[in-house]
């Protein structure tokens, strides 16, 4: 298994813990992760210009088809926007040939037809569908046996589902399966899907505040020790902005926040600090240590 490795424009700078935990448990499960100059996914100008975020986003699929690989990041953003890009220039032949001429003028080119296109993959498709949990459970050393963790959807992957095509957006199960192949338990908790509160920050930051707090509450009365996030944006707002939380609205015992390839990474017997863990703010080792 071969990728072009894409750990979007967040990862490097605010969770650096995430890309290397990633890297980290791809190469303990020998997938093959490969480095190319990619530019910004186009996410964060999609609601100033449409065409400017598809443009990015093609240009990183034109760099991936020069290489004959699929994309894999472990952003939700990223995924998500990649698979917008995709969607809208399948359905909008006007739209598609504008972004085949504006790559041409950097001399990159997409293939003729988007079956051909790289395709774009989560890290957690990667890890269920490609390696798959029968072979990660082989895999695992140190089971997270009696460990109860909820396991944290994020919104850019599920929603909408026909574009990003990567779980059932109502009722998904990818990730409990990749829980349970860690060894762990998978606890349902009824607010799992909902969003974290994260796009909130900035605008009204008490908001974004309760909505986490409710999240982490809901995740503690399901049983849950520890949250599990695959997204860059859901572990800033459960564990990065935890000490805000604990000061505006103080909330004891809640379950800390662990990125999934951190806790896989613990059950393939990795050290923390390859997994980056000394870098998350919430104390992981008292339920996992």
Known sequence: MKYVWFP???????????????RAVCAALGVELVDLELGCCGYPVRHQSFEASVLSSARNLA???AEGLPILTPCKCCYGNLR????????????????????VQE????????????EPVHLLTALDRDVGAP??????????????IAAHYGCHALRPGNVTRFDNPLQPTLFERLVEAAGATAVYWPMRLE??????????????????????????????????TACTYCQLQFDTHRSLLHELMP?????????YPQLLGLALGLPPDALGLHRNVTDWQRVLG
């Open 107 to 118: 001399g990159l080119h997409l293939p003729t037809r988007p079956a051909d296109w790289p």
């Open 135 to 148: 072979a990660i459970a082989v895999a695992v050393t140190n089971p997270l046996t009696d460990i109860k």
């Open 8 to 22: 979007g424009c967040k990862i490097p700078y605010h969770q650096p813990q995430y890309g290397e935990a990633s």
């Open 251 to 259: 909330l004891e015992g809640a379950p800390p926040s662990v990125l």
């Open 63 to 65: 760099l991936a088809a």
């Open 195 to 228: 969003c974290c509160g994260n796009p909130l920050f900035g605008k009204d930051d008490r908001m974004a505040l309760k909505l986490a707090r409710k999240k982490l509450v809901d995740a503690m009365t399901a049983g849950a020790q520890v949250l599990a």
């Open 84 to 103: 917008h890009a995709i969607y809208w220039m399948e359905r909008n032949e006007t739209l598609q040939e504008r972004i085949r001429r504006l790559l």
